[in-house]
């Protein structure tokens, strides 16, 4: 595809909410909210929005800068900006750790998915219903258990990634965000007024907005400036991709402080519709992603209406992967595109069933290769630690020092409308405080 030909987002509008979409998933709906509640409430969130403008904010700009200004694959894009900003093509290897990074992510997301998938058909089938926390224990593990199901959900999930994405940027991934976004939004309200009704929604409010700022350590501040970086989708290649897609009327700054406050306040919802629920049923908030598939579907069975409230539940968190599902294959996609003669629709199968097939080993590590281990992990394990310790941090670090120090400082400056100012402001964060900040969690990290 040439530069020319490169295709475009229709509106800002739709941008943000890909962009959105794609910041929006599965640990916006449990780990943000859980993380809020238990490390100091609305301190942490103040921490987490200074990390989230000190760290996320300058990396997300720096990427969708590098691809605007290629309007090529991040690959591509870093390559040729390397070449004009007269460094070495080798810069071209922090665009391909992006779309590695996307590529191995969402070989085993695509596996949670299929869980999701799987949760919302049981719960209208009623498979929740007047189950004790063992019958609900046994329905998780048996499904782990089983490769069978486990494979027809992980496929079932990458084949609607796989039909929106193969329809194009305009077609495809616009019409998915503009239905599965306003959707993700009402079932997120649905929820909130449902718990409403608990008589547990003032604990859920002081739980997750109660500012302790004794709570608050390094730690505390840690994991607030990790959950900045990891939230964002940043170091995976998508919003390089989703850059080159951007018009130059577009300002990068006012629409990455959109996404980040849409992102969060998500992620803060989520827990005014998961808490009140929790609280409600003495349920166990400590209980990391099993809250999701084991604490709340034992709610759901015991609890009038659970049917309809665990299927709204569970379409919600459907809907969240696939929004980020979908942004992952993108910069896969658009490499694949752009690198070879492939259409757009022999792009997207290509990249999809690549994807599909490694998702196949990930699920194939909770039984039939349980045994088989890579540096002391399982299949599913290591590809989690190789893309969330090393490989998105380092990706991310090195495209804020890229734009930092080796893109011309006056260009970027009129590219993001800075006055003086804005541009020593910019100019210190994007090259001393974001890197030190990544540098910091991915040494943590290790």
């Given at each position: 595809?040439?530069?020319?030909?490169?295709?475009?987002?229709?509106?800002?509008?739709?941008?943000?909410?890909?962009?959105?979409?794609?910041?929006?998933?599965?640990?916006?709906?449990?780990?943000?909210?859980?993380?809020?509640?238990?490390?100091?409430?609305?301190?942490?969130?103040?921490?987490?929005?200074?990390?989230?403008?000190?760290?996320?904010?300058?990396?997300?700009?720096?990427?969708?800068?590098?691809?605007?200004?290629?309007?090529?694959?991040?690959?591509?894009?870093?390559?040729?900006?390397?070449?004009?900003?007269?460094?070495?093509?080798?810069?071209?290897?922090?665009?391909?750790?992006?779309?590695?990074?996307?590529?191995?992510?969402?070989?085993?997301?695509?596996?949670?998915?299929?869980?999701?998938?799987?949760?919302?058909?049981?719960?209208?089938?009623?498979?929740?219903?007047?189950?004790?926390?063992?019958?609900?224990?046994?329905?998780?593990?048996?499904?782990?258990?089983?490769?069978?199901?486990?494979?027809?959900?992980?496929?079932?999930?990458?084949?609607?990634?796989?039909?929106?994405?193969?329809?194009?940027?305009?077609?495809?991934?616009?019409?998915?965000?503009?239905?599965?976004?306003?959707?993700?939004?009402?079932?997120?309200?649905?929820?909130?007024?449902?718990?409403?009704?608990?008589?547990?929604?003032?604990?859920?409010?002081?739980?997750?907005?109660?500012?302790?700022?004794?709570?608050?350590?390094?730690?505390?501040?840690?994991?607030?400036?990790?959950?900045?970086?990891?939230?964002?989708?940043?170091?995976?290649g998508i919003m390089m991709a989703y850059g080159s897609y951007l018009g130059k009327e577009v300002n990068l700054l006012k629409t990455a402080r959109t996404v980040i406050i849409l992102d969060t306040v998500v992620a803060l919802v989520a827990g005014l519709a998961i808490f009140p629920i929790v609280f409600a049923n003495g349920l166990d908030l400590d209980s990391g992603p099993g809250l999701i598939f084991v604490t709340l579907p034992l709610a759901f069975g015991n609890m009038g209406g659970g049917v309809i409230l665990g299927l709204l539940f569970f379409l919600l968190l459907t809907f969240a992967a696939l929004t980020s599902a979908i942004s992952l294959l993108e910069p896969v996609v658009e490499f694949v595109e752009e690198r070879t003669p492939l259409s757009r629709i022999g792009s997207t199968l290509v990249a999809g069933a690549a994807t599909w097939a490694l998702g196949i080993a990930a699920l194939l590590a909770f039984n039939v290769w349980s045994d088989v281990l890579i540096l002391g992990f399982n299949v599913f394990d290591f590809l989690d630690t190789l893309t969330s310790k090393y490989l998105l941090p380092l990706t991310g670090l090195f495209a804020i020092i890229f734009v930092g120090w080796l893109l011309d400082r006056e260009g970027v400056r009129q590219e993001l409308q800075l006055g003086d100012t804005g541009a020593k402001i910019w100019t210190l964060v994007s090259r001393f405080i974001a890197p030190l900040g990544v540098i910091v969690v991915f040494v943590s990290s290790l």
């Amino acid at each position: 595809m040439s530069k020319l030909s490169h295709a475009q987002w229709s509106s800002r509008l739709t941008f943000i909410l890909a962009a959105t979409g794609s910041a929006v998933g599965l640990g916006n709906i449990w780990k943000f909210p859980y993380m809020v509640g238990d490390s100091g409430g609305a301190a942490f969130v103040l921490i987490y929005l200074l990390c989230i403008a000190l760290v996320g904010l300058p990396i997300l700009v720096a990427e969708w800068l590098i691809g605007r200004r290629g309007q090529n694959n991040p690959a591509n894009a870093m390559a040729d900006l390397a070449k004009s900003a007269g460094q070495p093509r080798i810069w071209m290897i922090v665009g391909i750790s992006g779309i590695l990074g996307a590529f191995l992510i969402l070989s085993f997301y695509s596996v949670i998915g299929g869980w999701s998938l799987y949760y919302t058909l049981s719960s209208v089938t009623g498979a929740f219903s007047g189950q004790d926390a063992d019958g609900i224990g046994e329905l998780f593990n048996g499904m782990l258990g089983n490769p069978g199901l486990l494979l027809l959900g992980h496929s079932v999930f990458m084949l609607l990634v796989i039909g929106i994405v193969a329809r194009g940027v305009t077609k495809g991934l616009e019409g998915a965000v503009r239905t599965l976004m306003p959707a993700l939004g009402v079932l997120l309200l649905v929820l909130v007024g449902y718990g409403m009704t608990t008589g547990h929604f003032g604990e859920a409010l002081g739980f997750m907005f109660n500012p302790d700022f004794g709570a608050l350590d390094g730690g505390v501040v840690l994991a607030a400036m990790g959950q900045a970086f990891f939230t964002l989708s940043l170091g995976m290649g998508i919003m390089m991709a989703y850059g080159s897609y951007l018009g130059k009327e577009v300002n990068l700054l006012k629409t990455a402080r959109t996404v980040i406050i849409l992102d969060t306040v998500v992620a803060l919802v989520a827990g005014l519709a998961i808490f009140p629920i929790v609280f409600a049923n003495g349920l166990d908030l400590d209980s990391g992603p099993g809250l999701i598939f084991v604490t709340l579907p034992l709610a759901f069975g015991n609890m009038g209406g659970g049917v309809i409230l665990g299927l709204l539940f569970f379409l919600l968190l459907t809907f969240a992967a696939l929004t980020s599902a979908i942004s992952l294959l993108e910069p896969v996609v658009e490499f694949v595109e752009e690198r070879t003669p492939l259409s757009r629709i022999g792009s997207t199968l290509v990249a999809g069933a690549a994807t599909w097939a490694l998702g196949i080993a990930a699920l194939l590590a909770f039984n039939v290769w349980s045994d088989v281990l890579i540096l002391g992990f399982n299949v599913f394990d290591f590809l989690d630690t190789l893309t969330s310790k090393y490989l998105l941090p380092l990706t991310g670090l090195f495209a804020i020092i890229f734009v930092g120090w080796l893109l011309d400082r006056e260009g970027v400056r009129q590219e993001l409308q800075l006055g003086d100012t804005g541009a020593k402001i910019w100019t210190l964060v994007s090259r001393f405080i974001a890197p030190l900040g990544v540098i910091v969690v991915f040494v943590s990290s290790l």
